[in-house]
């Protein structure tokens, strides 16, 4: 016989010629020389050293130990003290009762939503996140949520976590902002024939997630097109100059004619403007030879119109001065004062008045 003690925390398994016999507690125990023990921690997991099928017979032993049996498509979360410990995959798992409290969480992983834990901190644990699909959805996005491809629900801002399996999952996510669609150098023929190029822009929203994402396939490039053709259709009923006086009227009646196109593609139209019409080369030079020709038209009406002014004034002084021989005086004597102003010294002699005597000097000979 031999002695053997089980100190506090462990636990003895007794072999006799390498067939389990019965499990031992702490404490010191009498053994025959043919039995073999082994110990083991209380607080560590238990790896049977035979199958366990075989020593869970043992009712006392069975009653030691959690048995966690986990299957197929799923896992088990360990906790002790209520902290996070590990994750138990498909198969058996024995742990000892009584010196560690152990908890355990078994999650379906067949299904995707995750209702077995709400601690979101968790959820973002290395370990566990290989299980988890993760998909966000910004403040100004939503989402569509596809499960096998098929339409399961909207989706708002924020972060959704699904368990991964073999289920299909896709998010398709819409901006829900106001959104900006350029038309840029589209070459078009006016009425008369002119070649222009035009930039357009249109202002616009998503209301409709379901009929722009699923209804439709790339909703922006349809847009685009509808948009386009649009403008063609006005800028062709216009001639150069009739486009560049109203090119808010044309941008306008494109606005109008958007509310089938807007309910087919699930959007909002909100505003449409023409930025700018840009000619050809040809067409700016002639364009520019109109335009100096129309500013100097503009100048010759401007100068006549000034010169039959100030002849008009003339007249009307003249008739004055023949009707008023004082008012005929002063203008003379303003007349001589200016030319006076160019002379730098002018003497007076001999007998006469001084204006009179001016008005010889200043007078041609005749």
């Known amino acids: 016989m031999k002695r053997v003690r089980i100190n506090t925390g462990n636990v003895g398994l007794v072999f006799k010629n390498g067939n389990y016999e019965k499990v031992i507690t702490s404490g010191t125990h009498w053994l025959g020389f043919n039995k073999q023990l082994a110990t083991y921690q209380l ?17 006392n032993l ?5 048995v966690i049996t986990v299957n197929d498509n799923e896992i088990v979360l360990m906790f002790e003290k209520g902290n996070f410990k590990t994750i138990l995959e ?13 908890t355990f969480t078994r999650i379906d992983l067949s299904k ?7 601690d979101k901190n968790l959820l973002s644990n290395y370990n566990l996140a290989k299980y988890i699909k993760t998909f966000e959805v910004l403040e100004y996005e939503k989402g569509i949520l596809l499960i096998d491809d098929q339409y399961e629900k909207i989706l708002n801002a924020g972060i959704y976590r699904f368990w991964r399996n073999a289920t299909s999952l896709k998010i398709s996510k819409v901006d829900m902002r106001q959104l900006q669609l350029e038309i840029s150098g589209q070459e078009l023929l006016t009425k008369d024939k002119a070649a222009i190029r035009i930039n357009f822009y249109t202002q616009y929203k998503v209301i409709d997630l379901k009929k722009a994402v699923l209804n439709n396939k790339d909703y ?7 948009m386009q053709l649009k403008l063609r259709s006005y800028v062709g009923n216009y001639t150069l100059d009739e486009l560049l006086d109203q090119k808010d009227d044309i941008a306008n009646a494109v606005f109008e004619n958007m509310k089938n196109t807007e309910e087919t593609l699930g959007i909002k139209v909100l505003f449409c403007g023409i930025r700018d019409v840009i000619l050809t080369g040809e067409m700016k030079e002639i364009m520019n030879q109109v335009l100096i020709a129309q500013k100097k038209a503009q100048a010759n009406i401007i100068t006549r119109r000034e010169e039959t002014a100030s002849t008009r004034s003339l007249l009307n002084t003249a008739k004055l001065m023949e009707e008023n021989e004082m008012l005929f005086k002063l203008k003379e004597m303003e007349y001589v004062e200016k030319i006076a102003e160019k002379i730098g010294e002018i003497t007076v002699a001999g007998n006469g008045g001084v204006v009179k005597q001016l008005k010889d000097i200043f007078s041609t000979n005749k």
């Open 43 to 59: 607080t560590e997991k238990f790896h049977a050293p035979v199958a366990s099928e075989i020593i869970l017979q043992d009712k």
């Open 220 to 226: 922006e490039k349809q847009l685009y097109i509808a």
């Open 62 to 66: 069975a009653n030691m130990l959690d």
């Open 112 to 118: 995707i939503d995750i209702t077995e834990i709400e």
């Open 90 to 102: 498909a198969g058996q798992h024995l742990y000892w009762k009584g010196l560690v409290e152990r």
